[in-house]
Each structure stands twice: as C-alpha cells, then as structure tokens.
C-alpha cells in the first residue's frame, strides 16, 4: 500500500513539475506570438475619459480602436464593476485576447477614506496603517481595480512641497516602516487574492527634494544623499516585493528619472534584483522635451525604454515611436520584450489570464459600498492621527455636559472637503461624510447647545462674518475654533510659498480671543503650517489634518476624552517658511549654535531662533507620561555584539492612554559627517493610569551603517550616543563604545 502511495505521490510531482507550464514560460509562449506593435501596446496606459488626474490628450475614439487592437495595456480612472468589464470585453476584441490592468490612485482609501497620508504618519501605528490599506484594497478591488498608484514613500523636508500630505514625512526610518506597512495593506496574501491590489512605490527618486518645494521642480544633490535618505524606502519596497515602481517628474543631477539609468538599470533592475515593472508618471516620458533632455517624443522614448521605464502613462510617445526606433536599430528589441514580460507576468499573477472579468463584480461592489466596518475603523484610526500640541489650562477633553459650545471657522459643516486631497469622489459624499459640527453635536448631551459660525471663507479677504461669529463666541461656554487651509490646498500642484492661515482666518481668531473666552484650536490641513500667534496666544491646540469619512466623529471622540490623544508629528513644524527646510537629522557645523541668544558668529539666523515651532516627534496627551531608568545592557561593545536599551514609562496622570517611546543614535565622528539624531527606533505603548510598563529596543551594527563619500556602505567604530524619549527634543542620553 505505500508502495501505491509513493507511485502516486511521484505522479503527482512529475505533472506538477513537467505538466503544468510556469509564468514565464506562459509568458514567454504568448511574447513569442506578438507583434512587434502588439509588444509596445503593453507598455501603453491611457486615462478613462471621465475623470483625469493630470493633463489630458488622449482621444476617445481612438483610444478605444487602439484597445480593440491590443495596442494597450492598461488604463487608469477607469472605475466601477460594470465600467472595466466594458473596457476588458474590447481588449478581448484583440487578436491575442490580452487582458487590460486597471490602475487608480488609491491613496488614502477608496469607498472609505482615511486620514490624508501625513495624517496617518501621526499615528506611528503600522498596524492600524496597514489595516487602513487592507481595506482600502478590498474596495477598490471591488469596483474593478487592479492596481494603485501608492504607497509615496518619497522623503519630504519641505512643507511648502504640496505632496507632503501623501507621504510620511521626514524620516528615512518611519517612512521606510509605514511604506512597508501599506506594501503589505495592499497586497495582503499575495497579488491574484480577489481582495488584493497591485502596490506601487512612488516617486523614484528624490521627488520630496524638489528644490523650493516647488512641485515637479529639480533635485540636485551628491549620491550619498541620494543613497542614504531618499533610496532606502525604495529599496526595502523592492525586497518587500511590491508589484510596481513609478518614475519622479523631476530630474536628478541633470538627468530626468524618466530617463535615469542609474537609478532604474543599475540600482533598482540590476543591484537590487527587481522584477517587477516601472510605470511613468503622468505624462513624464514626453514631459522630458520641455525638460530639454530630448529633442522630441521620439528621443524621449528612446531614452526612457532604454533607460528602463517599462510603461508610457499618458504621453503617447511609445505606442508611436518605439516600433520605428526598434525598426531603425535604435532601440534593442529585447528591451521592448522584457518591458512587456514584466507586465504580463503582473496580469498572469493577478489572475486575469484565467478569468479577465474577476475584478469587475457588481455584488462585490455592492457589499463594499456602505461597509459599516470600514467605517467604523475610519472613526478610530481619525481620532488616533490627531497631535494635541497644547493644552496649558486642561480645557480638554470636554465634558458632554458643557452647556453652550460654539463652533466657529470655515470647516465646521465642509462634507466632502474632509476627504482632504487624492481622494476619489461619490455622489453621495454630502450625504454620507460626518461633519465637524454633527460629530460633535451627536456628543454633547441633550441639554447642551452647539452654536455654529462661519466667521469667514478659507482664502478671502471677507470680514462681513466676524460680527456673526463674535456675537456667537460671547454666547458660549467654550469656542472650537477649525481654521487650516482648504482640502485641496495640499496635493499635487499645491506648493505654496506661504504656508500661514490663508485669508483672513487669523484675524478672525484673534477677535474670538478677545472674548477671553476659553478657545480650542482644531488646524485642519494637509501639510505642516506656520501659525507663531496662535501657538503663543491659544493655550489649547490640537492639529486634526483631513481624516477623511469619519472626520466629525474622530474630532469629537478626541474633543470629549473618548480617546486620549496619542499622535506625534512625522514633521517638523516650521517658526516661519525662512526656516525651511527644517528638520531634526541635520549635521551639525564647525560653528554650532550653543543657544539661541548668543548668535554671532555661529550657524544661526540672527532674527530668528533654530530651533522649530514643535520638534518632529512631539504630541502630548491628556494624561503624563514619565521616563526614568534608561538602562544600556553594555558601555562597550564589541563587532557583531547586540545593545539592549530599556526605559521605564510610567502614567502619572489621571487617563489611560498610548505613548510613542522614541530611540534615536548619533554617531559621534565618522570619516563623512553624521545627524546630531537617527531614529533608530519606535515602539506605541498603551499605559493605564497609575502604571508603568518598561520598553526595549536593540541596536546591532547593521543599525549603524551609512554611506561615505565613495558609496561604501558600513559602520565604523566610537563612540555614540544612545536616546529615549518622548520626542526628538525631549530625551534622555547615554554615551558608549562600540570597536570592530
């Protein structure tokens, strides 16, 4: 009877392994019946013609013949069950019956949003991030999509720089961590799970040092800056195996990313092994004509598909110059058939070879359309992004039983404007979106009243509503006052060179404070803002971002104590824009500043101090948070020795709540200069009051590498010193050794 078993077990391995074909040889079976044209139609994306997210060209009719003759290999805005089954049943049409990719930019959820992404960084909660990702995929998958643009795991130093607000942050650390966090969200088991999207990390490289913040402007900065601060995250995303690059606007050194080969052939497909496929950025292959780095669509392809950009989005310089340069010599065919093997093996993963329609599912649409869960999830995931900045007098939280409140500024009732930027648009959204002033209203006991003013507009000089809103504040026991900048006031196409209050809304919240009412301060914004008076003038502050669907009910559970506060900012926020780029990992100069009152001669402003408004890192909670007994396992270590760090955190006020214990390292002289801090390492603790709960971290030489002026990447021996605390400014420090 065994023997019987092993014949059939050995059976069943030879068909496995000689019966069934594998991906590439599926791939290499249908590559080697296409047509050249056929070939480039893969490396075709165009928009639907609905919804654009960038600067259109594309024609319809033409657009839908090209489809029918498989000269496209995916489409993006292109949404809804019923809608991508009609565009899938034309790419059937084709001769070869390849199916189309679906892409969207699925930033910060889909059906239910979430916070803006900067919002979310807050938190330092990868688990609630990545959960934040895994439903995001499963409804968007629902309404047809394959695949989207995201994670943005660009490193950003600038807050004028209007796509901040999809991104991380500052850090190369948290920014790598939370990139992996959503990789994982989106992807969840593996791509061909129906609840599973395409991910793809965007924008390489170096897209968040654009020089000014100014958006698709230039980098220029020495590759050990490249290599140590902006490519980690894209590395870890490759090793992580995230299905998708995208390609910055901006060029690096001189060269357009576009068209870099040294990030795309020799870094990314060649050092670091990278299977998968590399997408444009709207319209950047052709983009690279104004870039004056090619003379004509014609060059740019040739450049861009030789540099290792496999798929054209939107600048149609492809699909009609690629044939003519393979024909002319110009460009290697194999070029052309590894950029298209790479996507086909994507559609073969996803699954769309077996059944091209499985995406497009109206029932499926239809259960993730008003998910209560998802929403309910969005509720607690808002109302753990907010930071409380101040809370001098204890005015927070509020009793429910508060008897007058008035809520005034310009967002109190906004609906859709909570989506915040990068989000996609229901006809619905008025109705289902949880205002400011509903979510706090729903809070208040039956007894109390909420009064509402406008006050004023989010970007005007119109002061016709102060007396209005005055007139309110005098009535009412407390003032929620919600100022910002408006929801599209951040995002792409959204640097601004002055990043205070827009209009007159600080006028407005100087007149509320003369009432010498007690005024909470809720900032809704997308970026980091510049708001000196009212960070010297208002005791109580709490920076509430766009939270997305939930936005009134998140607020309200942090206005009233339901949850304690508990985010710290991914950025540093700014004094004043001369300031920027402000950040806490700078290096350190020959003439440091030792204060900031003794400014001469030293690296300071002579009108203004260095340090920022609030550190990165810094968010406080209504309850206190002590840090005692920082131990180190060793003083001196030696080669490939692991250091254990502990700290006691302990509750000492009067509400149960999460602290963020934070590891920085300095690296005390090294053969390049290094930060005065590295995060090194976090940990989101929940602490009862009257508790105390010890925390640890390792550190091992790997944690001690960096680049040198040669690229050599290493740690060196010395000394460094070790940091805990509550955030970059405020932490507790021990020096020690550590040789080879």
């Known amino acids: 009877m065994k023997r019987v078993y092993f014949i059939l077990a050995i059976a069943a391995f030879s068909f496995n392994a000689f019966g069934q074909k594998t991906t590439d040889q599926k791939v290499a079976d249908i590559l080697s019946k296409m047509t050249l044209e056929e070939k480039v139609g893969q490396l075709v994306q165009y928009s639907g013609f609905e919804y654009a997210t960038g600067p259109q060209n594309s024609n319809s009719a033409n657009v839908l013949n090209e489809i029918k003759q498989g000269k496209v290999g995916s489409m993006l805005n292109v949404a809804g069950a019923a809608e991508t089954r009609k565009f899938q049943e034309l790419a059937l049409q084709s001769r070869l019956k390849i199916p189309l990719l679906f892409g969207q930019d699925v930033i910060h959820g889909y059906r239910t949003t979430f916070p803006v992404n ?57 920014g790598t961590q939370i990139g992996l966090a959503r990789i994982r969200g989106f992807q969840g088991k593996g791509l061909g799970n129906l609840d599973a999207i395409m991910a793809c990390a965007k924008h390489f490289a170096a897209y968040g040092a654009a020089v000014g913040g100014r958006d698709y402007n230039s980098v220029d900065m ?288 100087k007149e509320i404070a003369k009432t010498g009412k007690p005024v909470v301060l809720m900032i809704n914004a997308g970026r980091p803002l510049v708001f000196d008076w009212a960070a010297d003038h208002i005791p109580t502050i709490l920076y509430t971002w766009w939270l997305g669907t939930e936005a009134g009910n998140s607020i309200a559970d942090v206005l009233f104590g339901t949850v304690n506060p508990g985010g710290k900012l991914p950025m540093t926020f700014p004094r004043t824009e001369g300031q920027i780029p402000v950040y806490y990992n ?26 920022p408004k609030f550190p990165f890192g810094y968010g406080l909670s209504y309850t206190q948070f002590k840090y005692a007994d920082m131990n180190l396992s060793l003083e001196s270590l030696k080669g490939n020795q692991t250091l254990k760090i502990s700290v006691n955190v302990s509750n000492a006020g009067n509400y149960d709540g999460e602290e963020v214990v934070q590891l920085y390292i300095r ?41 040198d002026d040669q690229l050599n990447y290493d740690w060196e021996a010395g000394g460094f010193d070790i940091m805990i605390g509550t955030d970059s400014q405020n932490v507790q420090t021990k020096r020690i050794n550590w040789l080879k």
């Open 118 to 174: 900067l919002g979310q960084a807050a938190s330092w909660d990868l688990k609630l991030i990545e959960k934040s990702e895994r439903i995001a995929a499963t409804e968007a998958s629902a309404y047809g999509i394959h695949w989207t643009f995201a994670p943005m795991v660009d490193i950003a130093r600038d807050p004028r720089w209007g796509r901040v607000m999809e991104g991380s942050g500052e850090d190369t650390y948290l």
């Open 222 to 509: 020495s590759l050990r800056q490249l290599n140590e601060t902006y490519h980690p995250p894209f590395k870890a995303a490759a090793e992580a195996g995230v299905a998708t690059f995208m390609n910055s606007f901006n060029d690096i050194n001189g060269i357009p990313a576009t068209a870099n080969r040294y990030i795309l052939r020799d870094l990314l497909k060649g050092k670091w092994n990278y299977k998968g496929f590399v997408v444009s950025d709207w319209g950047s292959i052709g983009e690279m004509v104004p870039h004056g780095y090619a003379k004509d669509n014609k060059e740019a392809a040739e450049k861009a598909i030789t540099a290792g950009s496999d798929m054209d989005m939107e600048s149609r310089a492809y699909m009609t110059e690629l044939p003519k340069l393979v024909q002319e010599g110009k460009v290697d065919p194999k070029l052309i058939d590894d950029a298209a093997r790479r996507i086909l093996i994507k559609k073969f993963e996803m699954g769309l070879f077996d059944d091209p329609y499985r995406f497009s599912s109206e029932k499926r649409q239809q259960e993730q359309t008003n998910n209560q869960e998802n929403r309910k999830f969005g509720r607690e995931f808002g109302s753990k992004s907010i930071v409380l900045l101040k809370n001098q007098n204890q005015v927070l939280p509020l009793s429910k039983s508060t008897k007058t409140v008035a809520l005034i500024g310009p967002f109190g009732k906004e609906t859709s404007a909570n989506h915040g930027f990068w989000s996609v648009a229901f006809k619905d959204d008025n109705q289902r979106i949880i205002t400011q002033f509903d979510g706090i209203k729903n809070q208040l006991d039956k007894n109390s009243t909420l009064l509402y003013a406008k006050g004023c507009n989010v970007d005007d000089q119109d002061r016709s509503m102060f007396t209005e809103a005055v007139e309110t504040a005098k009535k009412a026991d407390v003032v929620i006052m919600t100022l910002g900048e408006g929801h599209a006031m951040s995002g792409e196409a959204k640097s601004r060179s002055n990043i205070h209050f827009s209009g007159v809304q600080e006028e407005l919240l």
């Open 586 to 611: 700078h290096y350190n100069t020959g003439r440091p500043a030792k204060n900031n009152t003794d400014r001469n001669y030293v690296s300071a402003y002579i009108d203004l101090d260095n340090d």
């Open 667 to 707: 690296d005390l002289v090294g053969k390049v200069v290094r930060p005065v801090k590295e995060l090194k390492g976090f940990e989101k603790v929940f602490i009862k009051k009257g508790e105390s709960k010890t925390v640890t971290f390792t550190l091992t030489p790997e944690n001690l590498k960096f680049y």
